[in-house]
């Protein structure tokens, strides 16, 4: 033990010598935590639903690969999960143009990447032109474009840059939370020869990456975790100037299964759960006491579940059978009869034990400022549903089946992630509700990343169920799913011009909200958006589940929110108490 201690404290020492040298030039700029201080030492294992798909966070789109990246990154400005305000980060400091077009920032001194090379404004300056990059197709630049004018970066010194947008940005500085800096030294050559996207992969050697965030990159089993150790150029402090982060190592298991996820927390090989379905949440609460663990109920959070109908637009002659039933789906009428047919308090009542709330748009009762309560909670109503049908070319044949104007039975599949066990109850549900007005659905199950892939890229899909957790609550942190040309725009993928007039209202109105200073005026641009929405249904929504958590005793500076990631936002902070199990 006492070897193991050594060799540990060596690579520490190793680690530390790397990011003081130079330092006579530029002392370091710590940013001092305000939290609890704690202890060093330790680890801490979470498990995860899925295996990340890469580690790149320029071309990211899955919520694993962001859980485990945004350990090891860090942004300009950071919003604080708990208190959702914005504070400093990379950028000790800010100032704002009086017309609310100009962001200059003052960068921290001496901060270094996890490699030991400095950071300074050319990282920052090269890792926006690569989000900028419409060849790169990053879905952060939706972020970056007013009027479809990408922002103007400048290095106005080596430890200054301006930012400068086509028109008032609404979001303010907001915009820089979780928009990665890129380390140039490491990917400057990759980027010049058209190949960023291909870089920093599940099979990338550790030394081969490097990043700003609390952690680095040390191993990686693929199906099983990835392993990641404390930053020793990490540019946080606490109280007591402790560097931070405190933990030794943060490891991500891969846990397919929320039952499986509960299995292992109970066997004591992972600390945390981030995300319990309700079911889990009533069966672990009894034993809180006994087993040491601490279960939290947060409410409704950003995440919302929805319906997917296949409206891509290239799936003709290529994908000739899921082109037929576009023709359904492409109908406002068949989808809003869809959408009624649902029963959302039988989702919410079985699906979620009464933990969660049915959703007419994709905004949730927990984000409080931006949510249009004039729209009311949709309410099944099969005769309403039929009603849309008859009036849409649609016809029940005598054995209650519904068929088109064709005479073509109306039958389609759905995707469920196959780890997802409240997905798949909830497909299973909607499969009989739909039966009620005729429709046959099939359910198939399919591995996370497969289904993704699907969705994302062959398009090879009739309807997916999936959820979507914002990362704020601002408006524009849904930019690349709600403009026409976004790179999350899941219905009409791909698309470069709105493809219908409702959705070249949404692009208007999500452009004008971003341009907007006052409150007030934006509120109504965005209850708009909400409205078309809830009218057109380019995503059926059913419910947005509580933000249900847990882990263990003795964890300091734990503080769940509704933001992602629940846990671990400030896993920089978090710490092992000197009561904790002798194990950590």
Request: charged residues 25%; neutral net charge.
């Amino acid at each position: 033990m006492g070897l193991v201690r050594s060799i540990c404290a060596f690579a520490v020492f190793l680690g530390l010598s790397v990011c003081l040298m130079g330092q006579a030039k530029d002392q370091e700029e710590f940013l001092r935590s305000t939290a609890e201080p704690g202890r060093t030492g330790g680890r801490l294992v979470v498990g995860q639903s899925a295996e990340p798909k890469t580690f790149n966070p320029v071309t990211v789109v899955d919520q694993p690969s962001r859980d485990v990246i945004r350990r090891m990154t860090a942004d300009l400005v950071h919003i604080n999960r708990s208190t959702q305000k914005t504070e400093p980060a990379l950028a000790k400091s800010w100032t704002t143009s009086r017309d609310g077009r100009r962001f200059t920032l003052q960068l921290r001194r001496g901060v270094r990447f996890s490699d030991g090379v400095p950071f300074d404004a050319d990282d920052v300056v090269f890792s926006y032109q690569v989000y900028l990059d419409e060849k790169v197709h990053s879905p952060q630049r939706d972020l970056l474009l007013i009027h479809d004018k990408p922002v103007a970066v400048e290095k106005l010194g080596t430890h200054t840059v301006r930012f400068t947008f086509s028109a008032p940005y609404a979001a303010g500085e907001r915009v820089f939370d979780s928009i990665a800096i890129l380390p140039r030294h490491l990917l400057e050559k990759a980027y010049k020869a058209g190949k960023i996207s291909q870089t920093w992969l599940l099979t990338t050697s550790p030394e081969k990456m490097a990043g700003l965030g609390p952690f680095r990159l040390k191993q990686v089993v693929l199906g099983e975790r990835i392993v990641l150790e404390r930053n020793p150029c990490y540019w946080k402090v606490d109280a007591k100037k402790q560097r931070l982060p405190y933990l030794d190592e943060l490891t991500f298991l891969t846990v397919p299964s929320r039952d499986a996820q509960v299995v292992r927390f109970l066997a004591g090989d992972t600390d945390a759960i981030s995300s319990l379905s309700a079911e889990n949440f009533e069966v672990l609460s009894p034993d809180q006491k006994a087993r040491r663990y601490v279960l939290h109920d947060l409410g409704p959070g950003l995440e919302f579940n929805f319906l997917l109908l296949n409206m891509n637009d290239d799936t003709v002659g290529r994908l000739p059978a899921v082109a037929r039933k576009q023709k359904w789906f492409q109908d406002v009428r068949f989808r809003q009869a869809v959408s009624l047919a649902i029963d959302r308090a039988t989702i919410v009542r079985l699906v979620y034990q009464n933990r969660a709330t049915a959703l007419a748009t994709h905004v949730s009762p927990g984000n409080k400022l931006w949510v249009d309560n004039s729209i009311p909670a949709p309410e099944r109503s099969v005769p309403r549903a039929i009603r849309l049908l008859e009036g849409s070319g649609f016809s029940r044949r005598s054995d209650g089946g519904l068929v088109d104007a064709g005479g073509s039975p109306v039958e389609f599949s759905i995707l469920v992630n196959a780890s997802n066990a409240q997905q798949a109850q909830m497909a299973t549900l909607i499969q009989d509700d739909l039966k009620a007005i005729g429709i046959k659905v099939n359910v198939v199950n399919m591995e996370f990343r497969s289904a993704m892939s699907r969705v994302l890229e062959s398009h090879d899909y009739e309807a997916v169920l999936m959820k979507i957790g914002s990362g704020d609550v601002d408006p524009t942190e849904g930019m690349n799913v709600w403009m026409s040309t976004g790179q999350t725009h899941l219905w009409h993928l791909g698309e470069k011009a709105p493809a219908t007039p409702w959705e070249a209202e949404i692009d208007q109105l999500m452009q004008k909200q971003l341009t907007t200073m006052d409150y007030k005026r934006r509120k109504k641009l965005y209850d708009r958006v909400q409205e078309v929405e809830a009218q057109q249904l380019p995503l059926i929504y059913l419910a947005s589940p509580h933000i249900l958590v847990g882990a263990r005793e003795g964890l300091g500076n734990l503080s769940p929110a509704i933001m992602d990631h629940y846990l671990l936002w400030n896993a920089d902070e978090i710490f092992w108490r000197a009561s904790a199990p002798s194990n950590h």
